[in-house]
Nanobody
Framework: QVQLVESGGGSVQAGESLRLACAAS??????????MGWFRQAPGKEREFVAG????????SYADSLKGRFTISRDNAKSTVYLQMNGLKPEDTAVYYC?????????????????WGQGTQVTVSS
């Protein structure tokens, strides 16, 4: 079974930065054939797409509202994907989830991902 473990969440002030990491392991996981993504879920809201990256890292996609502030990247040698979040706003407060799919191409729908981490809380205060 593929396991995803997120880290790097926390509480910050508006305008500050955080970098989330997601380490993948187990099952049939291979950095060279799995696309990865980040999603988030705020209280009372549906889980939403944040960013996605293909197997090589050469293709990325972002939610329109986050372009320019968030950057997704990956280190296949470490089986780890990152989410750099700059200029954080209170509305970015949510539980952030890492996801993986056993296809090399990135995707933006939650239903496209078979594997999920447990989530990491990000809280941004004004």
């Amino acid at each position: 079974q593929v396991q995803l473990v997120e880290s790097g969440g926390g509480s910050v002030q508006a305008g500050e930065s955080l970098r989330l990491a997601c380490a993948a392991s187990g099952g049939t996981f291979s950095s060279y054939s799995y696309a990865m993504g980040w999603f988030r879920q705020a209280p009372g809201k549906e889980r939403e797409f944040v960013a996605g990256i293909n197997w090589s890292g050469q293709r990325t996609s972002y939610a329109d509202s986050l372009k320019g502030r968030f950057t997704i990247s990956r280190d296949n040698a470490k089986s780890t994907v990152y989410l750099q979040m700059n200029g954080l706003k209170p509305e970015d407060t949510a539980v952030y989830y890492c996801a993986a799919r056993s296809y090399s191409t990135l995707a933006i729908a939650t239903s496209d991902y078979a594997y999920w981490g447990q989530g990491t809380q990000v809280t941004v205060s004004s």
